[in-house]
């Protein structure tokens, strides 16, 4: 079974040409970090106009990595259930071509949620930049009530680990700025009690699954790039913030 892609010709090109060169200008123009022994990136999942550059910078940090399977989180915007569910379809489409998958062992596969869900698709196509042939397991969250239990199955894997968030949203320009630098303070701090708290993000459950990974391994945490639609769009009145964030073992 294939999942064909979503919202290829909204969140980003449909063309194929065309959608290289757009995320080869975003590459050039990335911020970006040479970190050894990297285990995992934050990165947005908006409009590529609007994050496609932090996007970039996650995945440009990533790279040192030289992997080809991958660990893919994100929040289901459309289903409610509890802790996550992985997918079996056998191919992601996108338009550079197919990604293989398998579902991620230990969740309960339900592939409905997956079929219209954005956080992980426009992923793909910086993976495949970055990587060419890849191999994803993914899982989309709800309400984390496990977040030991599902976090270790995450870990089982040892793969590098790619979360699809953005941070605040459609607040004026100044408050989001505050706010994401407070949201990101407790990331990269491990501060899984504060976040869970104060965090403001999409896909907060997660990256809580991160952070409790991150923290039994004794990783550390690091910004890459920080913006928001204002700066990227040009719209300062209602942002929303996108964040590239590194997570490797010190």
């Known amino acids: 079974m294939i999942r064909e892609p979503a919202v290829a010709g909204m969140f980003y090109p449909y063309d194929r040409d065309e959608l290289l060169d757009m995320i080869k200008a975003f590459w050039n123009e990335a911020k970006y ?10 990165s947005p999942h908006a409009g590529y106009i609007y994050s ?5 910078s996650a995945f440009k940090t990533l790279r040192t990595c030289k992997c080809k399977e991958f660990v ?23 338009p550079l071509g197919a990604a293989s998958q398998s579902p991620l062992p230990g969740l309960p596969v339900l592939n409905e949620p997956f079929l219209k ?12 930049y970055a990587f060419k042939e890849i191999k994803i397991y993914p899982a989309l969250f709800g309400d984390l009530r496990e977040a030991e239990r599902i976090s270790r199955l995450i870990e089982n894997l040892e793969l590098p680990i790619i979360v699809s968030s953005d941070l605040s949203h459609y607040l004026p320009y100044e408050e989001a700025v505050n706010r994401d630098r407070r949201t ?39 910004l890459v790039d920080y913006r928001n639609s204002g700066d990227t769009a040009g719209d300062k009145s209602a942002v929303v913030g996108y964040a590239s964030i590194a997570f490797y073992e010190g």
Request: a negative charge; glycine letters at 6%.
């Open 117 to 128: 869900e954005h956080s992980l698709e426009v992923q793909l196509p910086f993976l495949q």
């Open 52 to 56: 496609g550059i932090v996007a970039a």
């Open 184 to 222: 990101i303070d407790l990331i990269v701090n491990l501060d899984i009690h504060g976040f869970a708290k104060y965090g403001d993000a999409c896909g907060k459950e997660a990256i809580r699954a991160l952070m409790h990974i991150a923290k039994r391994n004794n990783w550390k945490a690091k």
């Open 72 to 94: 893919l989180l994100g929040p289901s915007h459309y289903y409610y259930f509890p802790n996550a569910v992985t997918s079996s379809f056998e191919e992601w489409l996108t």
């Open 33 to 42: 970090e040479e970190i050894d022994n990297i285990r995992a990136i934050i």
